[in-house]
């Protein structure tokens, strides 16, 4: 079958050629894209006066019909045809005649791909980003559900000092944040209009790109045809936004398959988001948590592609850069799964404060705390440090934690320690303590719930 190509050669190419080429078996979700971008192309085109008032109107409703079509499901795609531009230029000449071959004038395939990109790309944002509002909000929940938990901080994946659970969660809401901080970001420089630049040097036509740009939403023209076309970086900034987001839906998910094992027991994830054994009937296993894990790589490496792809090209559109798409819809697609069964994972997820409580008491992570009660009584800290180590030892040797450690064998340690160093290290009193602005004291993460709240607002 001859191209809509054919010039200087003669159209026909090697079926191994063709299918190699070709790329509507994946672009083709871009179609909603490719057509009102051609819409917006044939006003253009019109209020310039390269085409009619009814060549333009003929051609819009014939955009229209395909839309409905596809979407209704009564045209499937043709993957004889190279692109999914191919196919919906090549469905309108069939279906309006002559008129149909008029839309290509002063745009090429280099900047209507360019266009349907971006266009495609901005439509995802905005949908990511209120996946992630609703994954903070999810979070935020249970930090509120949950907000007087006490439980063990970890530094080294080493019982460390007391926090509140309420606070562990809140930081990856801070983390989802930023997240939707970068994405706002980026979509500033995807909603920049490429069409126009054609193939790469412009066009002879008197055209108006930024009524076209406006037509379609965008804040912005590119302001270079050549760096219009070649253009990916919204697609690579894209990618290493979404690399950065699947990192924190994976540390998250990496903390929740630990805190539901036996050896933590901190929460119990739903039935409907973990799976049984084969063979083990006793076995409740985190999958969803950690294919979200998993998933991870597969992201970086959509990055790690694209990155590579574009590495050594010249200027301006190589075909190359065809390769874009793929990793592109695979990481969109990716961090949407993710995120689409992270949210109801999460709200449905209990928590066991009682566990918690217990692993932060064995842990004798208020140790700082005694150490900190002898200073106070005029003591200097390393001899405080070294009198406390020495509690934690006479505790795990006669079978105590530092709360319950009898007051007369504190005093065989030092003279200092008087009945008031109990309450010193009771472990919420311990977490009330950590006053400063960001810190895990229930008034401080009261303050981070609301903001949170209101950025999420």
Known sequence: MAKMWQGVTDGVTS?????????????????????????????????????TGAERDNIIAGLVGILEDLEAGKLKFDLSCEDIHMFVEQVLTERIG????????ARSRNDQVALDL??????????????????????????????????????????????LFS???????????????????????LNVSPIGCCALAGTTYDT?????????????????????????????ELLSDLAIIQTHLSRLCEELVLWSSWEFGFIELSDAFTTGSSIMPQKKNPDMAELIRGKT?????????????????????????????????????????????????????????????????NGFINATDLADYLVRKGLPFRSAYKIAGRA???CQ??????????????????????????????????????????????????????????RLE
């Open 15 to 51: 079926k191994l050629a063709d299918d190699f080429n070709s790329s509507i078996a994946f672009d083709s979700r871009m179609f909603r894209e490719d057509i009102a971008g051609s819409a917006a192309h044939a006003k253009m085109l019109a209020k310039q006066g390269i085409l």
């Open 98 to 105: 002559d008129d149909g071959k008029k839309l290509h004038t």
């Open 118 to 163: 971006r266009l495609y790309l901005r439509r995802e944002t905005d949908e990511i980003i209120e996946l992630i509002k609703a994954a903070a909000k999810a979070v935020l929940d249970k930090a509120e559900e949950y907000k007087d938990a006490v439980m063990p901080g970890y530094t080294h994946l080493q019982r460390a000092q007391p926090i």
């Open 167 to 189: 606070q562990q969660l809140l930081a990856y809401c801070m983390m989802f944040l930023r997240d939707i901080d970068r994405l706002f970001d980026c979509r500033k420089r």
């Open 208 to 236: 108006d790109r930024r009524f076209e740009a406006e037509l379609l939403g965008f804040s912005d023209i590119c302001r270079n045809s050549i760096d219009g076309v070649s253009d990916r970086d919204f697609a690579l």
């Open 297 to 361: 790589g597969r992201v970086y490496g959509d990055l790690m592609s694209l990155l590579t792809v574009l590495k050594g090209l010249p200027l301006a559109y190589n075909k190359d850069m065809q390769e874009d798409k793929e990793a592109v819809f695979d990481a969109v697609d990716s961090v949407k799964a993710c995120l689409s069964v992270l949210v109801p994972m999460i709200s449905e997820m209990k928590a066991r404060p009682e566990n918690m409580l217990k692993a932060a008491q």
């Open 392 to 394: 934690v030892a006479k």
């Open 397 to 454: 040797s006669e079978g105590f934690v530092l709360e319950t450690l009898p007051l007369e064998r504190y005093k065989e340690l030092s003279e200092l320690f008087e009945s008031d160093l109990y309450a010193e290290i009771d472990l919420k009193n311990c977490v009330d303590k950590r006053i400063s602005e960001g810190g895990t004291s229930g008034a401080s993460v009261f303050e981070q719930i609301q903001y949170v709240k209101k």
